[in-house]
């Protein structure tokens, strides 16, 4: 009973410091002091359905200028990208 105790404190402790260290990561990505606390929320609420959402292609595809696009495949010949 005693040793289950020690590792599942051991186990919170590990949790606080791996959360403490996200924080702080976070923070150093933003280009926050270190010094202001960031709250983080529980849970965070989508306001939109992702399934629903569509894109456009010309909002995302001058982003990815490198990706080739499918062309239909004609008879016996090879398919090729453009």
Same mark, same amino acid.
């Given at each position: =009973?005693?040793?289950? !105790?020690?590792?599942?404190?051991?186990?919170?402790?590990? #949790?606080?410091?791996?959360?403490?260290? #996200?924080? =702080?990561? *976070?923070?150093? !990505? *933003?280009?926050?002091?270190?010094?202001?606390?960031?709250? =983080? @929320?529980? %849970?965070?609420? *989508? =306001? +939109?359905?992702? *399934?629903?959402?569509?894109?456009?292609?010309?909002? /995302?595809? @001058?982003? !990815? @200028?490198?990706? @080739?696009?499918?062309? #239909?495949? +004609?008879? %016996?010949?090879?398919? +090729? /990208?453009?």
């Amino acid at each position: =009973m005693e040793a289950q !105790l020690a590792i599942d404190e051991q186990a919170l402790l590990t #949790a606080e410091n791996n959360y403490t260290i #996200a924080k =702080m990561q *976070m923070r150093q !990505l *933003m280009l926050i002091d270190q010094d202001i606390d960031v709250e =983080m @929320p529980g %849970s965070i609420e *989508m =306001m +939109t359905d992702p *399934m629903l959402v569509e894109f456009d292609e010309t909002s /995302w595809r @001058p982003f !990815l @200028p490198n990706v @080739p696009s499918p062309r #239909a495949n +004609t008879g %016996s010949k090879v398919q +090729t /990208w453009a």
